[in-house]
């Protein structure tokens, strides 16, 4: 039993039971249908290794209706089948009859994966969970289940009935990404130890501001410096001259509205934001070091932090105890714009406790072969930003009743 506020694999007996286990294995894809980042797919390997002795079914989807990689999950399977060292069948349906013929033939230590549940439209209605426990995926495939387990942190932003439906029906806990995904988060929020630093970068600003809002608000980071694009609007609105190639991106965006977010982030936490002194313009793919207070171009665009920024912010961040990075400080696609970002990824792997977040800083933090030097590589992207913005994630909460409502039937 669990002192947390979620089940997880340690509270039940799984041998020869049949657990549903929603995963994310959402992948970027090219064209051609291969999965061109499997780290999500090898995320998952923890958990199914805790379940050997169990009828594993996996449950998942590939992106969105109409978008070009809203496609099958087999190339999914055949891959962690590769990872687990183990036949992953691909079953060509989701709650239909053969999926239920072939979930109630299984074996203990087989493992299925059914078809992408976005192919059934209703999935991506968000509904509260006993709304969603009525649906007939649910209905169809819950008498052919003994546990449901949610690994998909990444998509339980989402109150889809994958990720809620079955939990007010069926023994519900946590797989081996949610629970590190929670256990992990919690550390970062809270700055379980101190000093505590976010260095929140990218493109999205209104994310950044977000998180940044709730993590300076409840008192969680001593420090949140800022890169990318939202450290722009935070210059811009701290009356920086950022010129107006850079103002027409942040405004081409949607996010003029946030350099007044940013202002009223400054005014209230003005000691604990860290803005760069310094930026790196891309003049024809050439780095231009110019300090903020000497910015004049109306062409050159920012595209990363300055080296005397770099110098500042990775002596605060090799000095921290725990460290949340999120987004790239720059164009890090562009080899020469990339130096933030490797120093900031370096200067966290002699840090404390350490977090990172976000797509694009992740490949890179692959791309240096250092991602076995940080605490916790997220999985999330839209669920990790609301849950560091102080947000409830429905996939968790579905969590927390379940693991209630289990204790309380315990106690009859
Ligand atoms: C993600 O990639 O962030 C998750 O798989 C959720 O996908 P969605 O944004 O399409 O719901």
């Given at each position: 039993?669990?002192?947390?506020?979620?089940?997880?694999?340690?509270?039940?007996?799984t041998?020869g039971?049949?657990?549903?286990?929603?995963?994310?294995?959402?992948?970027?894809m090219?064209?051609?249908?291969?999965?061109?980042?499997?780290?999500?797919?090898?995320?998952?390997?923890?958990?199914?290794?805790?379940?050997?002795?169990?009828?594993?079914?996996?449950?998942?989807?590939?992106?969105?209706?109409?978008?070009?990689?809203?496609?099958?999950?087999?190339?999914?399977?055949?891959?962690?089948?590769?990872?687990?060292?183990?036949?992953?069948t691909?079953?060509?349906d989701?709650?239909?009859?053969?999926?239920?013929t072939?979930?109630?033939?299984?074996?203990?230590?087989?493992?299925?994966?059914?078809e992408?549940?976005?192919?059934?439209?209703?999935?991506?209605?968000?509904?509260?969970?006993l709304?969603?426990?009525?649906?007939?995926?649910?209905?169809?495939?819950?008498p052919?289940?003994?546990?449901?387990?949610?690994?998909?942190?990444?998509?339980?932003?989402?109150?889809?009935?994958?990720?809620?439906?079955?939990?007010?029906?069926?023994?519900?806990?946590?797989?081996?990404v949610?629970?590190?995904?929670?256990?992990?988060?919690?550390?970062?929020?809270?700055?379980?130890?101190?000093p505590?630093?976010?260095v929140?970068?990218?493109?999205?600003?209104?994310?950044?501001?977000?998180?940044?809002?709730?993590?300076?608000?409840?008192?969680?980071?001593?420090?949140?410096?800022?890169?990318?694009?939202?450290?722009?609007?935070?210059?811009?609105?701290?009356?920086?001259?950022?010129?107006?190639?850079?103002?027409?991106?942040?405004?081409?965006?949607g996010?003029?509205?946030?350099?007044?977010?940013?202002?009223?982030?400054?005014?209230?936490?003005?000691?604990?934001?860290?803005?760069?002194?310094?930026?790196?313009?891309?003049?024809?793919?050439?780095?231009?070091?110019?300090?903020v207070?000497?910015?004049?171009?109306?062409?050159?665009?920012?595209?990363?932090?300055?080296?005397e920024?770099?110098?500042?912010?990775?002596?605060?961040?090799?000095?921290?105890?725990?460290?949340?990075?999120?987004?790239?400080?720059?164009?890090?696609?562009?080899?020469e714009?990339?130096?933030?970002?490797?120093?900031?990824i370096?200067?966290?792997?002699?840090?404390?406790?350490?977090?990172?977040?976000?797509?694009?800083?992740?490949?890179?933090?692959?791309?240096?072969?250092?991602?076995?030097?940080?605490?916790h590589?997220?999985?999330?992207?839209?669920?990790?930003?609301?849950?560091?913005?102080?947000?409830?994630l429905?996939?968790?909460?579905?969590?927390?009743?379940?693991?209630?409502?289990?204790?309380?039937?315990?106690?009859i």
């Open positions: 039993m669990t002192s947390r506020n979620f089940l997880t694999i340690d509270d039940f007996d041998d039971k049949t657990i549903l286990v929603r995963v994310d294995l959402n992948s970027p090219d064209p051609q249908g291969n999965i061109l980042d499997d780290m999500r797919i090898r995320s998952h390997v923890a958990t199914l290794k805790d379940l050997e002795d169990a009828k594993v079914v996996l449950i998942a989807h590939q992106s969105r209706p109409g978008k070009k990689d809203f496609t099958t999950m087999k190339p999914h399977a055949s891959l962690m089948s590769k990872y687990l060292s183990k036949q992953v691909y079953v060509d989701i709650f239909g009859t053969y999926a239920r072939q979930i109630a033939s299984m074996e203990n230590g087989d493992v299925i994966l059914l992408n549940v976005r192919f059934y439209s209703e999935e991506s209605l968000e509904r509260p969970p709304e969603q426990s009525k649906t007939y995926p649910v209905k169809k495939l819950a052919f289940v003994d546990i449901f387990l949610n690994d998909a942190f990444a998509v339980s932003h989402r109150s889809h009935l994958s990720v809620v439906g079955f939990t007010p029906v069926l023994p519900s806990g946590a797989g081996r949610m629970e590190k995904e929670l256990v992990s988060l919690d550390k970062g929020i809270k700055g379980a130890e101190r505590s630093i976010f929140l970068g990218g493109a999205k600003v209104d994310d950044s501001i977000r998180v940044a809002e709730n993590v300076l608000a409840n008192g969680g980071a001593d420090r949140v410096l800022f890169t990318g694009v939202v450290a722009n609007a935070a210059l811009a609105a701290s009356g920086v001259n950022i010129g107006k190639v850079n103002l027409d991106f942040i405004k081409s965006q996010y003029e509205d946030q350099i007044e977010k940013a202002r009223g982030l400054l005014a209230k936490f003005d000691d604990k934001v860290g803005l760069p002194k310094d930026v790196a313009l891309n003049d024809s793919k050439k780095r231009v070091e110019v300090p207070s000497e910015l004049n171009s109306d062409s050159l665009p920012i595209n990363d932090i300055g080296l920024t770099i110098v500042d912010f990775t002596k605060e961040i090799e000095n921290a105890k725990t460290v949340v990075l999120n987004g790239p400080a720059g164009v890090s696609e562009i080899a714009f990339a130096l933030g970002t490797r120093e900031i370096k200067a966290a792997t002699r840090s404390g406790f350490s977090i990172i977040g976000g797509g694009h800083i992740s490949a890179e933090v692959d791309h240096l072969g250092l991602a076995h030097r940080f605490s590589i997220s999985t999330g992207g839209g669920a990790l930003i609301d849950y560091l913005s102080g947000e409830k429905p996939g968790v909460e579905a969590l927390k009743v379940a693991s209630k409502t289990y204790f309380e039937a315990k106690k």
